[in-house]
């Protein structure tokens, strides 16, 4: 069993940035394929990221490419989500999820556990 546990959420204004972080704990995160997910208010759930067991391999949605970066330190259990140039768009909780699949993941259908989430708040 692993235990997900998000921070770094909070209120920022439109072009500013922040950076999540995702504690695991209960197995080592190097076994494990790491993503993170948004859900905004009325909106279906996105998948913005993934990264492979080793932090090599990342993908990116289309959404947050070239504004978001994922990475991990298997060694501090961790993963992180940096997210500059937000927009108010941003604007979701965002959930870690792990895949015990070892490669890198580009949707959350299927994922072996998640997180409570979140909350980021990007003002305009």
Known sequence: QVQ????GGGLVQA???LRLSCAASGRALSTYAMGWSRQA????REFVAGINWSGKITYYADSVAGRFAISRDNGKNTVYLQMNSLKPEDTAVYYCVAD???????NDGGMDYWGKGTLVTVSS
């Open 41 to 44: 208010p009325g909106k279906e």
């Open 100 to 106: 015990r699949s070892l490669t890198t993941p580009k």
């Open 4 to 7: 997900l546990v998000e921070s």
């Open 15 to 17: 072009g500013g940035s």
